[in-house]
């Protein structure tokens, strides 16, 4: 039973306990109180617009530009270098004229020029590993980027434009006025990169070392010409692609016809227009079969990938592929791609069955053909009920170079087993399982996050992969409940909320030091703490379904996130906010002090009664005790008065008297205030760490029964620092204890149980070591009669 009573009335008598002394809190110029509760309106977030209103919902007045593109591309498997042109129809849904346009050019962070090349630094460290040797004589030699660039307008006329780094702007020959669109003609042609020698979310992978077989594997991303975004709240998105800030895009409808070698086996985002043209009659079959059956069914089947990995065609074949409403487009293309499928139910009547689709080498066995398609399916299901439905007919997983990245219905995922290089026999690690079962939900999860939820991923990086991170955990977690996951578990964070070289979450995705841990980690277990401690799951799962169904196919920012989250779940949100997302705060909170009180009841037989309870538990004199002689008293019985011989807790006749006077015409409220018998207990939590959370007390009583509080973060609004908090129970007391399931990332628990536990380590043996030995380690020996060396002689058999 939980009572919280305020009887100016009643007085509180408080035993003698033991207890923690709390420091005074340090002094500050400004004044120690400072409100973590105060809104950030006007503060931190931009004033509300007609194009993103005050409730996190997109206007009535939104806008976003609409781009689609006609591609034709050829794949030169000798030179491994792409040749294409693309036709791009821009309509401009802005208020505004456009006098030009800004495209991105991403793979010219590969010129040796580019900001990326030239601002990568490396650590100050005397070492240097194999792969940075291969990566800077590569480099010497090598150089990606565009080229061969030409523009022109639909009536074939040149169209200027200006090379920024990774950005080309494009000058109109007349200004594009609002509602208008404009046509206009790119072509080029783009090296492909070794990805595993110069790194990157794209390129090529070919198995040349001795007994295997010479093929390779090409992942085309960022390999087009792609318009820049223009947005009501920053205009052109023009910052240069520098690595880690990946790819804000306009949503377009694209049709590419993709040339690749004959025996080649083609992925990509969007539906295959032409199976007839590029699939025997076989595997079309076998396709079809797919899309109703329970398991995985091969499209490609080993054996067929087999055949063509033993010999490579002189002839082309066209793979043509149509993708509605996405914003960007990615394939992979192998003749030693094996090819499975499946088909998944799905709430979007207008994809009422997903084809979840995996495309990996022989290498890949039997990892992939166990785990690949089954975890999209799972994915599609996890994701759809914390989200929306699904939105395309395809969800494809490709392995080769890449280790994991996204696009819209195709994602390019690494892990493999391996082969023993003497024996040949084949294994994987559980890493390689859970790794590949975990980036392939991951990538997959992205087509929600931010391929449809379309956020600014080259500013705000945790929009996409800490929100997808937070649902990777929950659909790691429902694949198996003992899932080693890497992310989602407050406790994860600890470490990192704890170093000196942070930033907060808030902060531009090229200037984070420890990217895993901000873009990933800290947002994923802030977002598991605001749904399973500070809202609860229902309150939770309402909101993030509404932001979802609200940003679907549009842009948000971290305001209309934020607003939403509020709004939905009626939760005033904004301490939670500025603790997790604009400050280094860390969650520590000590439980300082607990102390015990019991109301007076004026009756002074049961108060003197107790007096002497708190008297005899206090230990006597330790002089009187070591005294050996008699004392006067004792000794001189002419010395003894009343006040030797009275019992002084028992009551006096006045103190019955006065009492019995109360009795009389006591007032009802205090009679009834005065008959309470719970036990008062003020626990005091005292905030370290600076970062404001609720208060999860769990209290153990003598009876054997646990009762748990949830008090929320509220209770820090008067005082962010330290607090006094007060519960009333008949039970007594026996322990109590914070955070006991560390649900809310606590640095430092050791200070969270009262009575203190004692802190358990282990102390690991240090063996001596002796220094370096040049003469042994050089064979040489010296003799107990001489300090010259000779050579060590041998071993006697």
């Known amino acids: 039973m939980f009572k919280k009573l305020l009887l100016a009335s009643c007085v509180f008598v408080l035993p003698a306990v033991t207890s923690v002394a709390l420091a005074d809190p340090v002094e500050q110029t400004k004044g120690r109180f400072e409100d973590k509760f105060r809104q950030l309106e006007g503060e931190e977030w931009p004033t509300p617009t007609?194009?993103?209103?005050?409730?996190?919902?997109?206007?009535?007045?939104?806008?976003?530009?609409?781009v689609d593109y006609r591609i034709k591309a050829s794949l030169n498997e000798a030179t491994r270098t792409l040749t294409a042109s693309e036709t791009v129809t821009y309509k401009n849904n802005s208020p505004d004229t456009l006098r030009y346009l800004w495209l991105m050019l991403d793979q010219n962070n590969y010129k040796r020029d580019s900001i990326a090349q030239l601002t990568d630094t490396v650590s100050p460290s005397k070492e240097i590993s194999v792969g940075e040797v291969r990566r800077v004589k590569r480099m010497q030699v090598w150089e990606g980027g565009f080229n061969d660039l030409k523009v022109t307008a639909a009536d074939g006329s040149a169209l200027p434009f200006t090379l920024n780094d990774t950005l080309m702007r494009i000058d109109l020959a007349q200004p594009l006025k609002s509602g208008e669109s404009l046509t206009f003609t790119v072509s080029w042609s783009v090296p492909l990169p070794e990805t595993k020698v110069v790194g990157g979310r794209s390129g090529y992978e070919c198995f040349t070392k001795p007994g295997e077989d010479g093929n390779c594997i090409f992942l085309g991303a960022q390999w087009f010409p792609r318009l820049a975004v223009y947005s009501d709240y920053e205009g052109w998105h023009n910052k240069a692609f520098i690595g880690s800030g990946e790819f804000t895009l306009e949503f377009g409808d694209y049709e590419v016809e993709l040339t690749v070698p004959a025996d080649h086996v083609v992925s990509a985002t969007g539906e295959l227009l032409n199976p007839s043209e590029v699939l025997t009659p076989a595997q079309q079959k076998r396709f079809t079969e797919a899309k109703t059956a329970a398991a995985p069914?091969?499209?490609?089947?080993?054996?067929?990938?087999?055949?063509?990995?033993k010999g490579k065609a002189t002839g082309t074949k066209t793979w043509k592929f149509r993708a509605d409403n996405v914003r960007d487009f990615a394939f992979g293309s192998s003749r030693k791609f094996i090819w499975d499928a499946m088909g998944v139910k799905n709430a979007d009547p207008a994809h009422p069955t997903v084809m979840a689709m995996s495309f990996f080498p022989k290498e890949a066995r039997p990892l992939w053909d166990a785990y690949s398609t089954k975890s999209i399916a799972h994915t599609l299901n996890v994701y759809g009920k914390f989200a929306f439905a699904y939105p395309y007919p395809t969800a494809q997983s490709?392995?080769?170079?890449?280790?994991?990245?996204?696009?819209?219905?195709?994602?390019?995922?690494?892990?493999?087993?391996?082969?023993?290089?003497?024996t040949g026999e084949l294994t994987y690690t559980e890493r390689a399982k859970y790794g590949l079962i975990g980036v392939v939900i991951h990538e997959i999860g992205h087509i929600w996050f931010p391929m449809t939820v379309n956020s600014d991923e080259r500013q705000w990086t945790w929009m996409d992969e800490g929100i997808n991170s937070f649902l990777q955990f929950q659909a790691e977690k429902a694949w198996d409940k003992d899932y080693p996951t890497r992310r989602g578990e407050p406790k994860s964070m600890v470490e990192y909320m704890l170093s000196e070289n942070q930033v907060p979450i808030m902060t531009n995705s090229e200037s984070i030091p420890q990217f895993g841990n901000n873009a990933y980690g800290k947002p994923a277990a802030a977002l598991t703490i605001l749904r399973e401690t500070v809202l609860g799951r229902e309150k939770f799962d309402f909101a993030f379904k509404e932001y979802s169904r609200r940003w679907q196919f549009k842009r948000p920012t971290p305001y209309d996130f934020f607003r939403t989250m509020e709004e939905a779940s009626g939760t005033d949100l904004d301490w939670f906010w500025r603790g997790w997302f604009y400050s280094t705060d860390h969650v520590d909170i000590e439980l300082a002090d607990v102390k015990k009180a019991r109301l007076n009841t004026r009756d002074p037989v049961v108060e003197k009664a107790w007096e002497k309870v708190q008297d005899d538990a206090q230990p006597d004199s330790l002089t009187a005790a070591r005294n050996t002689g008699k004392?006067?008293?004792?000794?001189?019985?002419?010395?003894?008065?009343?006040?030797?011989?009275?019992?002084?807790?028992?009551?006096?006749?006045?103190?019955?008297?006065?009492?019995a006077d109360l009795q009389k015409d006591i007032d009802p409220d205090l009679k009834e205030a005065l008959a309470v018998k719970d036990n008062f207990y003020n626990f005091t939590f005292r905030n370290k760490g600076g970062l404001v959370m609720p208060v999860i007390l769990r209290m153990d009583f003598t009876d054997g029964?646990?009762?748990?509080?949830?008090?929320?973060?509220?209770?820090?609004?008067?005082?962010?620092?330290?607090?006094?908090?007060?519960?009333?129970?008949?039970?007594?007391?026996?322990?109590?204890?914070?955070?006991?399931?560390w649900e809310t990332a606590d640095a430092d628990v050791s200070n969270n149980a009262f009575p203190r536990k004692i802190d358990e380590q282990r102390f690991e043996v240090r063996e001596g070591e002796d220094g370096p030995n040049r003469m042994k380690d050089d064979d040489l020996v010296v003799t107990p009669d001489s300090l010259k060396t000779q050579p060590k002689k041998a071993d006697k058999k």
């Open 398 to 422: 490709v392995n080769g170079p890449v280790g994991g990245m996204e696009y819209p219905m195709i994602t390019f995922n690494g892990p493999r087993p391996v082969k023993d290089k003497k």
């Open 705 to 741: 029964t646990s009762e748990t509080v949830r008090i929320p973060a509220e209770v820090w609004r008067y005082d962010p620092r330290q607090v006094t908090w007060q519960y009333a129970t008949l039970k007594t007391l026996k322990q109590a204890v914070i955070d006991p399931l």
């Open 297 to 309: 069914v091969y499209v490609v089947t080993p054996d067929e990938a087999a055949a063509a990995e």
């Open 631 to 659: 004392t006067v008293v004792e000794t001189d019985p002419a010395t003894v008065d009343y006040y030797n011989t009275d019992d002084k807790w028992e009551p006096t006749v006045k103190e019955k008297k006065k009492y």
């Open 50 to 66: 007609d194009y993103r209103n005050a409730a996190g919902e997109p206007g009535y007045r939104y806008w976003q530009q609409k």
